[in-house]
């Protein structure tokens, strides 16, 4: 079965702190993607990245960066110097050969950016 | 580009009726995913249909059907709507298998 775990259901922080969201994700399968999801007030999930699972290289787009390790099932995610436009519930998702399209989420990470 | 739209935007119902919710997608993707948020269960992945085809479905009742067309416009259908319906469900469509999705923002039902 696969599941995605994201044990911080919110983080407050203060402007330009760094901060991490983590992600856990468990899966038999060797081929898998991974993804990660911004839903803003407004509600519409706006996408951040995905990843393979061949792919361990970390990334980074600005202030955000990515952090994959197959050895830990993990897949967390940095914002560095935070902005209060960064507040928002921030969801890691998974999809696995086979299935398709289908995401399997986790229940998100409420980030608070206080000014 | 235009992005993912759906409609209505804002639905209340009753118990007992149906509803039926519509998502036009990015032109050009055939995949279409329909996935249901509560603050309960969370997202939770309803179906996914490519090119006029079912491909996956969730665990979902009966009760929640959908169909695609030919030009990849989707609706999904929910019938004898129950209060723990009310939900916000969320289109997303897709160029290609696998790589990222792009939502709509959402049709919020409220079931009285």
């Known amino acids: 079965a696969q599941k995605v775990t994201q044990a911080q259901t919110e983080i407050s922080v203060v402007e330009k702190e760094d901060v991490t969201l983590d992600c856990v994700y468990e899966t038999r399968d060797t081929t898998y993607y991974l993804f990660w999801y911004k839903q803003p007030p407004s509600g519409e999930l706006v996408f951040l990245i995905r990843?393979?699972?061949?792919?361990?290289q970390n990334e980074i787009s600005g202030r955000y960066s990515w952090n994959f390790q197959k050895s830990t099932s993990s897949f967390n995610f940095t914002i560095t110097a935070s902005q209060v436009v960064d507040s928002a519930v921030y969801f890691c998702?998974?999809?696995?050969?086979?299935?398709?399209?289908?995401?399997?989420f986790g229940a998100g990470t409420r980030l608070a950016v206080h000014p | 580009k235009a992005g993912v739209t759906q409609t209505p935007r804002y639905l209340i119902k009753t118990r007992g009726q149906q509803v039926t919710l519509s998502c036009s997608p990015i032109?050009?993707?055939?995949?279409v995913s329909w996935y249901q948020q509560t603050p309960g269960q969370g997202l939770q992945f309803l179906f996914e249909y490519f090119s006029e085809t079912q491909r996956n479905k969730g665990n979902f009742p009966g009760r929640f059907s959908g169909r695609q067309f030919s030009n990849s416009r989707s609706e999904m259908n929910v019938s004898t709507l129950e209060l723990g319906d009310s939900a916000l469900y969320l289109c997303a469509s897709a160029g290609t298998t696998y790589n990222e999705q792009f939502f709509g923002p959402g049709t919020r039902l409220t079931v009285l």
């Open positions: 990843r393979n699972s061949f792919d361990e």
């Open positions: 998702a998974l999809s696995h050969s086979g299935g398709y399209n289908k995401l399997i």
């Open positions: 032109s050009g993707h055939r995949s």
